[in-house]
């Protein structure tokens, strides 16, 4: 066992002086500083891989009453065959509906006597089940785990159930415009690569059986190819001896999915238009491929991005919200994933001043690579992403969930002790090469829901648009 | 206010010293509370764990004490508390948490409305003298108000008027209740928010945002002497007025079942939507209905769940508890409903799901529920209980949302034991009172019919 000790600072020293930076209006004279900064306690991970390969990591955090544990294993919707994509959701989404020991209620029952819950759900690049519970039942909640993760039998009542549902839910959510913005968004990011996937179709619905479901399982849920990440009231040891009891005796039968191909890193501008009959609003997406959660510009991207529309703070959202009244709730988001990863801007904008909505946006995307950020800016965003990384972490469910997705993505747990000092090195200059690698207007895909005629109209300003059912 | 729980203390504690209980965790939030002299009240919990700290500010003002005919004006109101103050104009107070590392949001609900923060630990005095300076006054500038009207009605295009359902939580105590103040629709009417003006918007202010119907939740990496002394610097000069009363508005329980049929064009799929009045904060009935609806609602071991989308296969998904789903169990004053939101498969429909639900209550209410059950159902709320409480955000939140809701911000740390006292008979009894089909609201949103 190896323990990782690394002592976390959000290195807000200088902030006082920094926001009394020159670009903004002066604070008012009352306004008192903010206080010293106190050093964040070290991460105390420890970490330890079992003979069988599983790899498991444990944070103890004494005195709140409760434990989370998550398991990840390799290979997500990602990994299934391009005609069978997303089964591996369907897949975890049954794992706790029976085993060979228990029944899909009993399940349930268990996990209420714990005062715990337990979801399993597939991610691109994973299979994630995510259990917690009182934590003096943690023995107990992690032999229901293993139970869900090893010997789930895929019932045949449970499967028709799970179809029958699945088939109408997908019907539901035709009716929410995120759904079909982001499926139609994902396609023209990513074509034919598995990270265009966002959800399954009625026809890979149709095709799945019990027995489809338990061979995919058996490949999929190896213990080298996976990792238990558990945090909490515990003691260590203690948690070791009851990992080795339910996880010890799960044998490796075969390998993991194969690595995928890098997804692409660019994509065509184009407009497309999802009609939406009865849409009072334009939903709108903005964007386009970046890169993998490992490349070096991540850090940096995440950064440029509280700048430009990631924050409450940002460019856009005091454009187009506080200063417009477009939108309620845009919002930015930088996501990477193991072998490629997304930017998109979101906003929901009454149907009328949808180009108005697009032209302040690729405005203040063009912007972040012509002009430097401000100092007061620069250090108000790495103290806002530091602090929220930091409220994010405080939480187990968070934590642990983190750290399992550090390792799907092949980062070492260090990565979160890493991650503040990383953003407090990003210079000015550097998000402005970010800005003009990622954010230029002319490199992004517009996806709008909304009404046909008029959003149409809309987008026509910038260009061809192209009409399409989803 | 404390002694509708008086006698559920006396039950828990009793039931409290049984073997079974033993094992589980007795965990308690730190607190401190003191008031100042012009009436705000403060909490104050402890936790040196991590250098963050959480702030809520919770005002004794929300949708049911919004000026009649202006519905949706608290929660304009409360987006116009982001918009400046003559000292620090609008910009000011996000660009001081978000350079701080902090975060903040506002919400309105029924009985209150309430600003919170979270920041490292160095943000704490700024975000203090942020809270004070917008309880003195606000910047009641015309732009200011135009620009949230538009924010505002954007809101409630995206929540409301562009998904489907969007209403049904707006629509059950539209069909349920018959005061203005409990019926109306609380996000508003596009023609009531065009018509605030900047009057209303300072009246508002003179009224409930005094010291006196506030109180002040801070939870984090502070010792409560400390924290005290700094609300004290930045708040103890600011005037006070007079708490202003809170009405009773409770209604009767319903004497004949209100039902409805809306068709919804934006729907795909059916849904039902169904409540039911139920007992008022802090009555005798209060945590027996809690237990009763996370019984019957709480999950995928609850009976709804087990019996109508496993079991008879009718419900796709069900989602529901008391005061659902705008708050918890625990959050509210006055009265509140128990709710159920549900969207049906094509073999049934309302007459088939009402069915079902109905044989579901008259078992508890016949039969009372097995011992075992009941005790893993409270074991599963003490759990999320907890869960409420993980971070200092949430516990200052909770904290400062029980002192101005309960008239104790301790009270909080007695729901375990309330939840614990609750009995088979006590089941029984509050099924038998409140769920029953007089007392039922059900609204059903079919699909509009397709166009050839």
């Known amino acids: 066992m190896t323990i990782l000790r690394t002592t976390l600072s959000l290195l807000l020293t200088a902030q006082a002086a920094g926001l009394a930076g020159s670009e903004e209006k002066p604070l008012p004279r009352e306004l008192p500083p903010y206080g010293a900064e106190r050093p964040i306690p070290a991460l105390n991970l420890a970490q330890r891989t079992l003979p069988n390969g599983l790899t498991v990591w444990i944070e103890s955090r004494p005195g709140f009453p409760r434990v989370t544990a998550f398991l990840a294993?390799?290979?997500?919707?990602?990994?299934?065959?391009?005609?069978?994509?997303?089964?591996?959701?369907?897949?975890?989404?049954?794992?706790?509906?029976?085993?060979?020991?228990?029944?899909?209620?009993?399940?349930?029952?268990?996990?209420?006597?714990?005062?715990?819950?337990?979801?399993?759900?597939?991610?691109?690049?994973?299979?994630?089940?995510?259990?917690?519970?009182?934590?003096?039942?943690?023995?107990?909640?992690?032999?229901?785990?293993?139970?869900?993760?090893?010997?789930?039998?895929?019932?045949?009542?449970?499967?028709?159930?799970?179809?029958?549902?699945?088939?109408?839910?997908?019907?539901?959510?035709?009716?929410?415009?995120?759904?079909?913005?982001?499926?139609?968004?994902?396609?023209?990011?990513?074509?034919?690569?598995?990270?265009?996937?966002?959800?399954?179709?009625?026809?890979?619905?149709?095709?799945?059986?019990?027995?489809?479901?338990?061979?995919?399982?058996?490949?999929?849920?190896?213990?080298?190819?996976?990792?238990?990440?558990?945090?909490?009231?515990?003691?260590?040891?203690?948690?070791?001896?009851?990992?080795?009891?339910?996880?010890?005796?799960?044998q490796a039968t075969g390998e993991g999915p194969k690595p995928l191909l890098s997804a692409p890193a660019t994509c065509q501008r184009a407009f497309v238009l999802i009609p939406r009959p009865g849409s009072v609003q334009s939903t709108v997406r903005v964007g386009r491929p970046t890169v993998a959660a490992t490349h070096e510009d991540y850090v940096p991207l995440q950064l440029a991005n509280v700048i430009l529309g990631g924050s409450f703070s940002s460019r856009i959202?005091?454009?187009?919200?506080?200063?417009?009244?477009?939108?309620?709730?845009?919002?930015?988001?930088?996501?990477?994933?193991?072998?490629?990863?997304?930017?998109?801007?979101?906003?929901?904008?009454?149907?009328?001043?949808?180009?108005?909505?697009?032209?302040?946006?690729?405005?203040?995307?063009?912007?972040?690579?012509?002009?430097?950020?401000?100092?007061?800016?620069?250090?108000?965003?790495?103290?806002?992403?530091?602090?929220?990384?930091?409220?994010?972490?405080?939480?187990?469910?968070a934590l642990v969930g983190t750290l399992a997705t550090y390792w799907v993505n092949g980062l070492k747990p260090g990565a979160l002790s890493d991650f503040i000092p990383k953003v407090n090195k990003v210079t000015a200059e550097e998000v402005r090469r970010i800005g003009r690698t990622y954010f230029a207007a002319k490199d992004q895909t517009i996806v709008v829901v909304g009404d046909e005629a008029k959003a149409k109209l809309e987008l026509e300003q910038f260009g061809p648009v192209r009409v399409q059912a989803r | 206010m404390r002694l509708g729980f008086l006698p559920c203390f006396l039950l828990g504690a009793a039931l409290l010293a049984g073997p079974s209980e033993t094992k589980l965790p007795a965990w308690k939030v730190p607190l401190e509370v003191k008031t100042l002299p012009n009436g705000l009240t403060v909490v104050v919990s402890e936790d040196h764990s991590l250098p963050t700290v959480g702030i809520s500010m919770v005002y004794r003002v929300g949708m049911r004490l919004e000026p009649k005919g202006r519905t949706g004006f608290a929660h304009l109101f409360e987006h116009m508390m982001f918009e400046g103050t003559p000292v620090a104009p609008k910009g000011v107070f996000d660009r001081v948490i978000q350079g701080g590392g902090g975060i903040n949001n506002g919400s309105t609900r029924y009985d209150y409305t309430n600003y919170i923060e979270s920041a490292p630990v160095s943000a704490l005095e700024p975000i203090l003298w942020l809270e004070a300076d917008r309880l003195?006054?606000?910047?009641?500038?015309?732009?200011?108000?135009?620009?949230?009207?538009?924010?505002?009605?954007?809101?409630?295009?995206?929540?409301?008027?562009?998904?489907?359902?969007?209403?049904?939580?707006?629509?059950?105590?539209?069909?349920?209740?018959?005061?203005?103040?409990?019926?109306?629709?609380g996000y508003g009417s596009f023609e009531d928010l065009d018509r605030a003006d900047l009057k209303d918007v300072e009246a508002f202010h003179r009224t409930y945002y005094t010291p006196s119907n506030a109180v002040l939740g801070i939870a984090g990496d502070v010792k409560?002497?400390?924290?005290?002394?700094?609300?004290?610097?930045?708040?103890?000069?600011?005037?006070?007025?007079?708490?202003?009363?809170?009405?009773d508005l409770k209604e009767p329980l319903g004497t004949a079942e209100v039902r409805q049929v809306k068709t919804d064009p934006l729907a795909r799929v059916p849904a039902l939507a169904v409540a039911w009045k139920v007992m008022t904060r802090g009555s005798r009935d209060h945590a027996p209905a809690a237990v009763l609806a996370e019984l019957l609602a709480g999950g995928d071991a609850s009976r709804i769940y087990l019996g109508l989308v496993k079991g008879k296969e009718l419900l796709l998904e069900v989602s529901g508890g008391l005061n659902f789903p705008l708050g918890n169990a625990w959050d509210f004053d006055g009265q509140t409903m128990f709710g159920l939101f549900s969207l049906y498969k094509p073999n049934a429909d309302a007459d088939k799901v009402l069915a079902g639900l109905d044989e579901i209550i008259a078992n508890v209410a016949t039969q009372g529920v097995p011992a075992a059950e009941l005790e893993r159902t409270k074991t599963k709320m003490l759990s999320d209980f907890y869960s409420g409480l993980e971070i200092p955000l949430y516990r200052a939140d909770a904290l400062a949302k029980a002192q101005s809701l309960w008239g104790s911000a301790a009270q909080l740390n007695e729901i375990p034991r309330l939840i614990e006292g609750v009995t088979s008979e006590d089941l029984k009894r509050v099924a038998v009172t409140y769920l029953t089909r007089a007392n039922r609201t059900v609204i059903d949103y079919h699909l509009a019919p397709v166009k050839p």
């Open chain 2, 136 to 185: 003195k006054a606000l910047d009641f500038s015309a732009k200011n108000l135009k620009n949230q009207q538009e924010v505002v009605k954007e809101e409630i295009r995206l929540n409301v008027k562009n998904r489907p359902y969007g209403s049904w939580w707006l629509d059950l105590p539209a069909a349920a209740y018959t005061r203005w103040e409990t019926s109306h629709d």
């Open chain 2, 224 to 247: 409560p002497a400390e924290a005290f002394a700094l609300v004290e610097k930045y708040f103890g000069a600011l005037p006070t007025r007079p708490k202003p009363a809170v009405p």
């Open chain 1, 317 to 397: 959202v005091r454009n187009i919200r506080e200063e417009k009244g477009y939108t309620y709730s845009p919002g930015a988001r930088a996501s990477g994933l193991q072998v490629g990863g997304s930017y998109s801007i979101r906003a929901d904008v009454r149907t009328e001043v949808t180009a108005a909505s697009l032209m302040e946006i690729f405005y203040e995307m063009d912007r972040m690579g012509t002009t430097s950020v401000g100092e007061e800016e620069l250090q108000s965003a790495k103290h806002y992403m530091g602090g929220t990384f930091l409220f994010q972490n405080q939480m187990q469910q």
């Open chain 1, 73 to 250: 294993v390799r290979g997500g919707n990602a990994a299934d065959p391009a005609e069978q994509r997303g089964t591996a959701g369907l897949m975890a989404g049954l794992l706790n509906e029976g085993t060979t020991t228990r029944t899909s209620k009993q399940i349930a029952e268990e996990l209420q006597a714990l005062g715990g819950e337990l979801a399993a759900w597939a991610g691109p690049d994973a299979v994630f089940l995510s259990g917690s519970a009182l934590s003096h039942r943690l023995p107990t909640l992690l032999n229901l785990l293993a139970d869900v993760a090893r010997r789930p039998t895929f019932p045949a009542k449970e499967v028709e159930l799970a179809k029958a549902n699945t088939l109408q839910s997908l019907q539901a959510q035709e009716a929410q415009p995120s759904f079909q913005a982001n499926r139609a968004f994902n396609v023209a990011l990513f074509g034919s690569h598995p990270y265009s996937f966002s959800s399954i179709t009625p026809e890979t619905v149709n095709a799945a059986t019990p027995d489809s479901l338990r061979a995919l399982h058996a490949a999929r849920f190896q213990p080298n190819q996976a990792v238990l990440v558990l945090s909490g009231d515990l003691q260590v040891e203690r948690a070791f001896k009851a990992i080795g009891e339910a996880f010890g005796d799960w």
